[in-house]
């Protein structure tokens, strides 16, 4: 089984400012990874696949890159709406993998 | 518009049986990659179940032998059957499809499903 590793636990951004969330797999899942967002008492939605891929009506501000075995999520301005958990997930092996997820928190 | 609604959780004895549905709309269920992901309380995520649109399955080693994930095209809804559950399958479940495999795109709103005597 592929382990997923996020860092960190959790990160304290002001609004406006800048995050970069981190994913480490255990094993290269090539670009076969995406970023989903979960917000208390809803479902995950999915933001970006195939490693840097934005799905449908994520906004741009949202940004993902890396292969093999680290990446990063970035979202460039924070809005109100963006402070969540945040979760990676690997699709390259069945068992497939979520990592720990990252709290994003106001500073 | 996309549409996954889950029904079928409750409160269910260590052992008991459950039958989770996920109704589409706007989707078709036989033509793309279906799942089953589970968050047991003020916990992470967890891949239980696939059932690709050829018909192949795979399922976390977890529940492997006692769930079961399953469609009815006429229905145009998915399934997953829980035998001999344990208060370890405790959790929110969540039905996902997409079009991508191994990625959910689209998510239903989840079904609490609670084992304990």
């Known amino acids: 089984e592929i382990v997923m590793t996020q860092s960190p636990a959790t990160l304290s951004v002001s609004p406006g400012e800048r995050a970069a969330l981190s994913c480490r797999g255990s094993q290269s899942v090539s670009t076969n990874l995406a970023w989903y967002q979960q917000t208390p008492g809803q479902a995950p939605r999915l933001l970006i696949y195939?490693?840097?891929t934005r799905a449908t009506g994520i906004p741009g501000r949202f940004s993902g890159s890396g292969s093999g075995t680290e990446f990063t999520l970035t979202i460039s301005s924070l809005q109100s709406e963006d402070f969540a958990v945040y979760y990676c997930q690997q699709y390259n092996n069945w068992p497939y993998t979520f990592g720990q997820g990252t709290k994003l928190e106001i500073k | 518009e996309v549409q996954l609604v889950e029904s079928g959780g409750g409160l269910i004895q260590p052992g008991g049986s459950l039958r989770l549905s996920c109704a589409a709309s706007?989707?078709?269920?036989?033509?793309?990659?279906m799942y089953w992901v589970r968050q047991a309380p003020g916990k992470g995520l967890e891949w239980v179940s696939v059932?690709?649109?050829?018909?192949?399955?795979y399922y976390a080693d977890s529940v492997k032998g006692r769930f079961t994930i399953s469609r009815d095209n006429s229905k145009n809804t998915l399934y997953l059957q829980m035998n001999s559950l344990r208060a370890a399958d405790t959790a929110v479940y969540y039905c996902?499809?997409?079009?991508?495999?191994?990625?959910?795109?689209?998510w239903g709103q989840g079904t609490l499903v609670t084992v304990s005597s």
């Open positions: 996902g499809g997409s079009p991508y495999g191994g990625l959910s795109y689209y």
């Open positions: 195939g490693a840097s």
């Open positions: 059932l690709y649109s050829g018909g192949t399955t």
């Open positions: 706007g989707f078709t269920v036989s033509s793309n990659y």
